[in-house]
């Protein structure tokens, strides 16, 4: 038996208790239905390449450069279908991946957000993609010329910068990836840009062809074994 004093708050609460809906702004939002920039690049992006994308483990895409070089396509392509081979994973769901195209679009659209239009003016970068294939032979002189001042003798390391030849490095990193950091550089760890490494003479596209032409044939063609697993 309900006391009579409790009976006006037992039916008030008959009579309101199920129209009770909590704020729309506390309802919990599906993953794949997330399209905050700062959130989708934080959770997939960040850890490799910075939080506001200054670079670490990989390149900077805040670079100003880089994001002159790169269209939304490359970069889309990229994020989408990540690069077979290398640390770069694919994040569409086409390919495997956990981020829907419109999840893509917005990472894309983000990183797009931090170029700089008219960073480059009055400079010509050689194209992102080659235009044709590089000579290992010529990139050895490109090399001497262009990169050994701080990179050290056959890129082995030097005073001012580590080796470029080390046989995990190169497993791990694309032909397409060498060539972006040759013309980009890594600003985030003072590797000038295809303009600063000799003053007053920037590489030629077929410079840059040639170099990372070079750096692919030191490459090793399977993972270097060591007692006990892989180096």
């Not at 269209?71 to 081979?85: L, M, N, P």
């Not at 008219?118 to 002189?141: C, E, I, M, V, W």
């Amino acid at each position: 038996m309900i006391r009579r004093s409790l009976l006006p708050a037992a039916l008030m609460f008959s009579v309101t208790g199920c129209s009770v809906r909590p704020p729309v702004d506390s309802q919990v939002v599906a993953p794949g239905k997330i399209l905050d920039f700062a959130v989708l690049y934080s959770e997939n992006c960040a850890g490799c390449h910075g939080q506001t994308g200054q670079g670490g483990l990989a390149i900077a895409l805040g670079d100003p450069v880089y994001l002159a070089i790169a269209d939304d396509a490359a970069v889309r392509a990229t994020a989408a279908q990540g690069v077979s081979g290398t640390a770069m994973p694919a994040f569409a769901q086409s390919s495997g991946g956990s981020l829907t195209d419109a999840q893509i679009d917005a990472i894309v659209a983000g990183i797009r957000t931090w170029a700089k239009p008219g960073f480059l003016s009055g400079s010509t970068p050689p194209p992102y993609k080659a235009q044709a294939p590089g000579d290992p032979s010529r990139g050895a002189n490109v090399y001497n010329a262009y990169c050994s001042s701080c990179h050290g003798a056959g890129g082995r390391g030097g005073e001012h910068a580590s080796s470029i030849v080390d046989d995990s490095y190169l497993a791990l990193v694309s032909d397409q990836a060498l060539r972006t950091t040759v013309i980009a550089g890594r600003p985030d760890l003072g590797a000038p840009d295809w303009r600063g490494d000799v003053p007053g003479k920037p590489m030629s596209p077929e410079n840059v062809s040639d170099v990372v032409a070079w750096l692919s044939a030191q490459r090793p063609q399977s993972p270097p074994q060591v007692a006990g697993g892989v180096r």
